[in-house]
């Protein structure tokens, strides 16, 4: 084994770089390079196993199990096939992490797929739209109410029931393509080539001629457009309800809907589903990076705006950090109580007393750290690698130039790579320096430490007559950790251009937006989501329908936007012991979007809309037990707020001179 080699062996043993005082030689090694390189795959490879097919779909294409697995289910039974069963709901989560049809009487046909290989439509959810009979006089909260009673009375195992729509394109079917120049006698041909001759040609001109007066189009679908009726969505516990009794219970549910005389038809279908809540002194914090900071997608993790990724200094949960608040001349947080209490810490209220230990709080936990600083190593490597590509293409175009070979493009090309290659370099320096600050200033858990807990009320689901869930944490912040603090400000990060952002916070590009993307992606909060907002939404989908865009950003799913719906869903968890059961404000992912909108680690995150106002914490979703959701449920912020002014009288969600509270706020 080379030197090299015994040194990168040395590092890997602990998983950590060299000592501190030789950060800034080590960075700029091979061995660095080697270990950023091994850093990248790791996170590929980790990234691929979490499953493009899960147990289920291995299963049902084994060989000893595909003729019952290719078989239609006898219909008398009301059971769905396998193949139904598992690729139904295809497209809602990813990587086999969609919900498992048990039973449903909507009429549409689904078409099994033939082999692991086949095509698969790709089903969203759809918000329903607000013109519905049941979002009139309240007829959703009885008629899912009384699902509720039933299904409870039956001792069914009921995890959430829901008021949906869902969406899919059709393939087309296979066909000749019909010429689009057939009856043309080939003048505008001639014309073009004659435009070819041209020396100077205007292009902004031509453009222009081509693109004035003529409306944008959004990308074309390859396939038809289909959008279910809608459904009350019902999801049961895993392998606790067959399709023989879910049709039963069916047949009492569509008697009661039918008895209400709709002049809509509404299917009723039954999932396996599990709700449940998602699970995840030093230097100061850094203010949040510009649009085009090489590091914004990197620094918001470390930086003092809101959604901060947290967790018990004692504790492996990891959640995000809601919005900030004053009281008192101090400066607080707020998150959810499961973020940073173990189930063995019991359930009784929590105030800080100064004769105890503090509880103290960290940005990251180790495992979220570790692979923060991970994810740092890959990129550098990302950089390395295309500093290589560079270098190859601008040698093979200055050989090109000397040669004359294709001038002046070959030097303009040259001119461009070698410019880029400029880019490149310098954010390579700037990603060591950054790497060299993490394993100096923030490795240590102490470094990181940013306040500690001083309340938290039991959590209990079905609170006061609205039936929220309380899951409710206050967190005392450091000032010397935050003197870069801006306020409430939500960064939109970089995984979304400001281009994608606007498509998908307003589908009707021919009609002006209320979301303006803000300078820098940062979006200031203010203003506040009602209940009686909920029916009233002020912006439209690409039906034309009136909806509520919701902006959340998590430590898990990064900037994700979703729609609100405005039918409160029933949520019950279990637990050993237990139920906890409550009404939820139910965040559906954008429908033009594939993922989901939160997973593990994204509790506390808090959704606002278009312009900024704040409208509900994530707190949990459901899905048949993976990570990952296909609905997410969130308490509305206007209750966790009456809360929060109950213990602290007086707490203010802004601030009129940020730097002078900053200055009298104690150290």
Known sequence: MSDSADKVADYTQEDSPPARQDLEFWVN??????????????????????????DDARTL??????????????????????????????????????????????A??????????????????????????????????????WIETFLIGQDIQV???????????????????????????GEDMRADEGQEEEEEEDIDAVFAALTVGKPAKLPAEDGKRVYSNATIWIGVLPETLNGARAFELTTHIRAHVNGLNLTERVDIAFRESVARSYLGNGPALYPPAETNDPLQAFIDNVSAVHSLPISGRKTMMQGTLGPFFQHGGELYALTCRHNLFMSDDGNAEYRYNTSAPKRDVVVMGKPAFHSYVDSVQAYIRTLNEMAKTLKALIKTLTKRVAGGISLPTSQHRLDENEAELVKINRR????????????????????????????????AAGVGPNRFTQDLCVVQLYKPKFLAFMGNVLSLGSEISPEDFKRLMYEHIDVPSEFK????????????????????????????????????????????????????????????????????????????????????????????????????????????GMDGSDITYATLFEYDWKLILEEFPGANLYWDNIPAFLAAMAD
């Open 29 to 54: 090694t091979p061995d660095f390079d080697y270990i950023c390189d091994r850093k990248a795959k790791e996170r590929a490879m980790a990234s691929s196993d979490e499953g493009d097919s899960s």
């Open 61 to 106: 294409w084994s060989s000893s199990d595909s003729n019952t697995a290719t078989t239609t289910a006898n219909m008398d039974s009301h059971e769905v096939s396998k193949l139904e069963a598992y690729y139904y709901y295809y497209g809602l989560g990813p990587k086999g992490s969609h919900p498992r049809l048990i039973y449903r009487d909507s």
């Open 108 to 145: 549409d046909e689904f078409e099994e797929p033939t082999g692991p290989e086949t095509y698969v439509r790709q089903m969203r959810l759809f918000g329903v739209p607000g013109h519905h009979e049941f979002a009139k006089n309240g007829l959703w909260n009885q008629v899912r109410n």
């Open 159 to 185: 995890s959430s029931i829901d008021f949906v729509m869902f969406t899919w394109l059709e393939k087309l079917a296979d066909r000749e393509l019909e010429s689009e120049d057939e009856g043309e006698d």
């Open 428 to 459: 390579l320096v700037e990603f060591k320096q950054f790497y060299i600050t993490l394993s100096r200033k923030w490795s240590k858990l102490s470094d990181r430490i940013i306040g500690h807990i001083v309340w938290a009320p039991p959590i």
């Open 517 to 624: 993307y803000p300078p820098h992606g940062l979006l200031h909060m203010r203003g506040m989501l009602t209940a009686n907002d909920i029916n009233n939404p002020n912006s439209l989908d690409s039906q034309g329908d009136r909806i509520h865009r919701v902006i959340k950003r998590g430590f898990t799913t990064n900037t994700t936007v979703g729609t609100l719906s405005r039918f409160i869903s029933f949520v019950r968890k279990y637990n050993i012991t237990s139920t906890l059961e409550s009404l939820e404000l139910a965040i559906l992912p954008h429908e033009n979007v594939t993922g989901m909108y939160s997973k593990g680690g994204d509790s506390g995150a808090m959704g606002v809309s278009a312009t900024g106002a704040y409208v509900g914490k994530v707190s949990g979703g459901t899905n048949k």
